[in-house]
Nanobody, 116 residues
Framework: QVQSMESGGGLVQAGGSLRSPCAALGKTFSIGSMGWYRQAPGKQRGLVAAISSNDSTNYADSVKGRFVIFRDTVNMVYLQMNSLKPEDTAVYYC???????????WGQGTQVTVSS
């Protein structure tokens, strides 16, 4: 069963950048889409960016042109966050899907705080 683990959060000033890695653990042939989601206080968790097993990508409108998700290896993806804004402040979660079972594994979350 696929599991995911993320890191790379932190405190950054508005306009700054962060790069956050996410590793999918388990059998690499089972790894399907991977993605980043975020949840701000009082709000629901929502999609930030996702990348499929054939490297097609999908982004939330709020991050298009600023964030890039890319795959380094079959089980390692990165979220490059540029031109960060205070409204990007949230806990960011990495998710990895098992393409055979459909099971989605969530990481423990990493805090990203953007100061104005």
């Amino acid at each position: 069963q696929v599991q995911s683990m993320e890191s790379g959060g932190g405190l950054v000033q508005a306009g700054g950048s962060l790069r956050s890695p996410c590793a999918a653990l388990g059998k690499t042939f089972s790894i399907g889409s991977m993605g980043w989601y975020r949840q701000a206080p009082g709000k629901q968790r929502g999609l930030v960016a996702a990348i499929s097993s054939n490297d097609s990508t999908n982004y939330a409108d709020s991050v298009k042109g600023r964030f890039v998700i890319f795959r380094d290896t079959v089980n390692m993806v990165y979220l490059q966050m540029n031109s960060l804004k205070p409204e990007d402040t949230a806990v960011y979660y990495c998710a990895a899907d098992d393409k055979y079972t459909g099971f989605r594994s969530w990481g423990q979350g990493t805090q990203v705080t953007v100061s104005s």
